[in-house]
């Protein structure tokens, strides 16, 4: 379901839980269901996240309103400024309420009912007194209790559905979670036996060097020229030998990656909010101040997403790596057409120097230098970006740097091969 397909339903959620409601003291003014939903669903889907949210849902909620008085009454002419008062309450709403959750990324909920109260009184009195010219008998402080005791209601009524779906999200996370656990150590259990055959071959390797570099000594020194042919015949036997085992390690490693892993593929934002949690933890670690931002075309399905990941951690990695700002910003954009998926990452980092772009995929090549340590860094990950994109998925991968000011990787990859 795409993002715009998506806040439509969410938008009609609103408009027929608007539906639910009653008048308190004031003809044509609603305490209604809609105030609980709308929240909710702010809080908890990101894409409804804008500032516009309020104006288009109390827009929709005023066309509504007029539509129903018309098929009622036969007119609408005389409720077109009536029911203006609400779409300042919900624009308002929204506004707010959005920009609360967006500046205070990890709210607490006991903050946020305080928000949502104030705001729910404070708002509610605004509507009252806009419309209060069209009310007669109109009693400020009365209203004002009831509005104050309808705010704590709702308000509570909210955060309690809140935290139901939060709580069973979290249920079926840590079911899912004791699942793969178990999966998990069944996997590195078998991952280990396979392990232990590649420490045995290290050893035969380094037998073998040690063989073949008294084979070249004795050469060069014109030695024991009768034994040249056998030892040479011995190093190829006991090659041959590693090689065997190495096929047969990597044929048990494939086998319980098949087995184990690829039983299922997954949602995109899935992908994305895996990433974010282990690339939350690493900007941490190293005390920096780094935002990450990820804006996606389409939520899509995936069985490579194990590929995906080690695509998009290595390149995020190596960005937050890169970046030594106080301020720094990494942006993930995905879009799509007919054929291909298209995944831009950008960073404000250092950049990377003109003469180092055409190595930076090459096995070995890294800046990754720690000055202290002199701990230098493998030089894979990029390199296993480059086959993951090229060889796995067909794909193209571009890069784009300027030293100073900001690096971007262009990825893409065809829709029928992710």
Do not use: C
């Not at 702010?42 to 018309?70: C, E, M, P, S, W």
């Not at 903050?111 to 708002?123: G, P």
């Not at 990029?382 to 740097?401: A, H, P």
């Amino acid at each position: 379901m795409n993002k715009t397909r998506k806040i439509l339903i969410i938008i009609l959620i609103i408009l027929i839980s608007s539906q639910i409601h009653i008048e308190i003291l004031l003809t044509n003014f609603r305490i209604s269901f809609a105030v609980i939903i709308f929240p909710t669903l702010i809080y908890i889907f990101k894409d409804l996240r804008t500032y516009n949210a309020g104006l288009f849902v109390g827009t929709l909620l005023y066309i509504q309103r007029l539509i129903l008085h018309l098929i009622e009454h036969k007119h609408f002419f005389d409720k077109i400024t009536v029911y203006l008062p609400e779409v300042v309450f919900y624009t308002l709403y929204g506004f707010i309420l959005v920009y609360i959750i967006r500046k205070r990324k990890n709210i607490q909920l006991h903050i946020l009912l305080f928000y949502m109260i104030l705001l729910d009184f404070l708002l509610n009195l605004l509507e009252v007194l806009l419309s209060s010219k069209f009310i007669v008998d109109f009693n400020i402080n009365k209203i004002t209790f009831i509005l104050l005791i309808v705010a704590i209601i709702r308000s509570l009524i909210t955060i309690g559905i809140i935290l139901i779906i939060k709580y069973y999200k979290m249920f079926l996370i840590k079911t899912e979670h004791e699942k793969r656990y178990k999966k998990l150590v069944w996997l590195f259990s078998k991952l280990r036996s396979e392990m232990y055959w590649m420490e045995k071959n290290m050893i035969y390797i380094e037998k073998i060097m040690d063989q073949s570099y008294k084979l070249f000594e004795d050469i060069r020194n014109i030695k024991d020229e009768e034994s040249w042919s056998s030892r040479a015949l011995e190093i190829s036997k006991d090659i041959h030998e590693i090689k065997k085992e190495y096929a047969l390690t990597l044929i048990g490693l494939e086998e319980v990656l098949e087995g184990n892993i690829n039983e299922k593929g997954l949602k995109f934002k899935e992908i994305l909010s895996i990433l974010e949690d282990s690339l939350d933890k690493l900007i941490n670690s190293k005390n920096k101040n780094i935002k990450l931002n990820f804006d996606i075309y389409e939520n899509f399905y995936t069985t490579k997403h194990y590929q995906l990941i080690s695509i998009l951690r290595n390149i995020l990695v190596n960005s937050i790596e890169a970046i030594d700002k106080k301020e720094g910003k990494i942006t993930l954009i995905h879009m799509q057409n007919d054929t291909s998926h298209t995944f831009v990452i950008k960073d404000n980092g250092k950049g990377i120097k003109r003469e180092d772009i055409s190595n930076v995929f090459n096995p070995g090549f890294t800046t990754k230098i720690n000055s202290n340590t002199g701990y230098l860094g493998r030089g894979i990950g990029l390199n296993l970006v480059k086959d993951l994109v090229e060889n796995t998925f067909n794909g193209k991968i571009k890069l784009y740097s300027l030293i100073g000011e900001e690096t971007i990787f262009n990825i893409s990859i065809p829709k029928e091969n992710l």
